[in-house]
Structures are given as structure tokens and as C-alpha cells.
């Protein structure tokens, strides 16, 4: 099996496709990382953390129609998610980490399988949940590769 990209090489990409200035790819801390965690009540896998890592706080105009940095990860994405969610039927539980909130859809994985999930898409025109990848790492490297046109 070949090795995807890592968040930083991926971000990389994004700085020579032009969709971002090197001082625009921005970082979270893992006292950041560790603190998200400690409010949620929740473990992040560590592929995400190292995304967060990598670009977690700002990323240039990489993917700006979406709510997916540090700073609306508790507040817009799993909002949002909560009430699609009750909207039709279902509920998400604690273990369930909402990673990108893009209306009417959402991105999530759930926290307890493995250091890279799933990923899982609620489209609320389709008014269910499905996996759109095996894991974290292959979705973002799918995400760069369809947004930078490779």
C-alpha cells in the first residue's frame, strides 16, 4: 500500500497551487488540540490531530465556503450537525466528532474507531448517513486533490 501524503505535505500543495501564503497556513497547539479534547470528553484520532496540527487554525482560501478550523469546530459544525441530525430522526452520539459543516451537509467520523476513521457524510438532501471514505487521511487527500485540480 502506498503512503498518502502527510497534512503538511498537503499543505505544501495548497501554498504552490496558490490557494494559500505560507503565513496563512496556520497550526493549532496541542495544548489547543488537548483542550478541545478535555471539553468534548473525547480522544481525536491521531490523523486528525495531525491535521490540526499542520493547518487546524487557518488555511488561506483553501476551502473557504466551509466551516471546518479549529475556531468553528465546537460551536458552528457541531451546532449545525445537532439539528440536522434531530431533523431527521437521529442523533449523534458523544463520540461523534463533527469535522466540516459545508450547508446542507457535514463531515464526521466517530472518535472511538482507530487513529484514522472512517469518514462519514449526512447530506440533508439525501436525509442520510453514509461513509464517503475508509479513513481520515484518504479524505483529505481526496479534498486537496479535488480542490487544487490534480
Same mark, same amino acid.
Given at each position: 500500500?502506498? =503512503?498518502?501524503?502527510?497534512?503538511?505535505?498537503?499543505? +505544501?500543495?495548497?501554498?504552490?497551487?496558490?490557494? =494559500?501564503?505560507?503565513?496563512?497556513?496556520?497550526?493549532?497547539?496541542?495544548?489547543?488540540?488537548? $483542550?478541545?479534547?478535555?471539553?468534548?470528553?473525547?480522544?481525536?484520532?491521531?490523523?486528525?490531530?495531525?491535521?490540526?496540527? $499542520?493547518?487546524? +487554525?487557518?488555511?488561506?482560501?483553501?476551502?473557504?465556503?466551509?466551516?471546518?478550523?479549529?475556531?468553528?469546530?465546537?460551536?458552528?459544525?457541531?451546532?449545525? =450537525?445537532?439539528?440536522? =441530525? +434531530?431533523?431527521?430522526?437521529?442523533?449523534?452520539?458523544?463520540?461523534?466528532?463533527?469535522?466540516?459543516?459545508?450547508?446542507?451537509?457535514?463531515?464526521?467520523?466517530?472518535?472511538?474507531?482507530?487513529?484514522?476513521?472512517?469518514?462519514?457524510?449526512?447530506?440533508?438532501?439525501?436525509?442520510?448517513? +453514509?461513509?464517503?471514505?475508509?479513513?481520515?487521511?484518504?479524505?483529505?487527500?481526496?479534498?486537496?486533490?479535488?480542490?487544487?485540480?490534480?
Amino acid at each position: 500500500m502506498i =503512503a498518502l501524503p502527510s497534512a503538511e505535505q498537503l499543505a +505544501k500543495r495548497i501554498i504552490a497551487a496558490g490557494l =494559500a501564503a505560507p503565513e496563512t497556513m496556520v497550526g493549532c497547539s496541542e495544548l489547543e488540540i488537548s $483542550a478541545l479534547e478535555s471539553r468534548l470528553s473525547i480522544k481525536l484520532p491521531s490523523q486528525y490531530r495531525k491535521f490540526l496540527l $499542520a493547518w487546524g +487554525k487557518e488555511a488561506g482560501d483553501f476551502l473557504d465556503d466551509s466551516c471546518f478550523l479549529f475556531d468553528t469546530l465546537e460551536s458552528i459544525c457541531r451546532t449545525h =450537525a445537532e439539528k440536522l =441530525a +434531530k431533523k431527521h430522526g437521529f442523533q449523534l452520539g458523544p463520540q461523534w466528532f463533527v469535522f466540516l459543516d459545508r450547508y446542507p451537509a457535514f463531515l464526521c467520523f466517530d472518535t472511538t474507531q482507530g487513529e484514522d476513521p472512517p469518514v462519514w457524510l449526512f447530506d440533508e438532501d439525501q436525509k442520510e448517513l +453514509k461513509m464517503v471514505t475508509k479513513t481520515f487521511s484518504e479524505w483529505l487527500n481526496k479534498l486537496v486533490n479535488d480542490e487544487i485540480g490534480q
